[in-house]
């Protein structure tokens, strides 16, 4: 089964929590560490990796933090996927040898002319897929599940 590594898990959900909770004021860190349940030393480096990219901005001082660089609805998780893990394989290397399934199976004929087209046919698709879906589909998604982001604090993009 495709699963997305846990520093892609980490990093959608960071970037939703910060749509879903967040408004005119940044989302900081802790509150966001807090809620993910998870250390934030790890979350930090995820988070830095987002702004360089250009998808957050972080906001400095004792009222800062974290928010969308632009509008959610503007905002794939396609974007966070390339960011994070690169243009190249979501799963990264197979587990065991090291290489990638590119390289373990392009060594034969029926890896190189079949195996590997069907796996790059895939992930086109997958990420077409990926890109359709933006963070606004994501905070709307939650909300029907039930869950309670910060009312007050509801704005959707703040420059």
Excluded: W
């Amino acid at each position: 089964m495709l699963k997305p590594s846990k520093k892609l898990s980490l990093a959608l959900e960071a970037v939703t929590d910060i749509a879903f909770h967040g408004g005119s004021d940044p989302v900081q860190s802790q509150d966001i560490a807090r809620r993910l349940n998870l250390p934030r030393r790890y979350l930090e480096q995820v988070m830095q990796q987002l702004v360089r990219a250009g998808l957050l901005k972080g906001v400095r001082g004792p009222r800062g933090g974290y928010r969308l660089a632009r509008e959610r609805r503007r905002i794939s998780v396609g974007e966070i996927v390339r960011v994070v893990q690169g243009e190249t394989d979501l799963n990264g290397p197979m587990s065991g040898s090291g290489a990638t399934a590119e390289e373990q199976v392009a060594g034969s004929p029926l890896g190189a002319q079949v195996i590997t087209p069907f796996f790059e046919r895939t992930e086109r698709e997958l990420m077409q897929r990926l890109d359709g879906v933006s963070i606004e589909d994501l905070c709307q998604e939650a909300r029907r599940a039930g869950l309670v982001g910060d009312q007050a604090r509801s704005a959707d993009f703040v420059i």
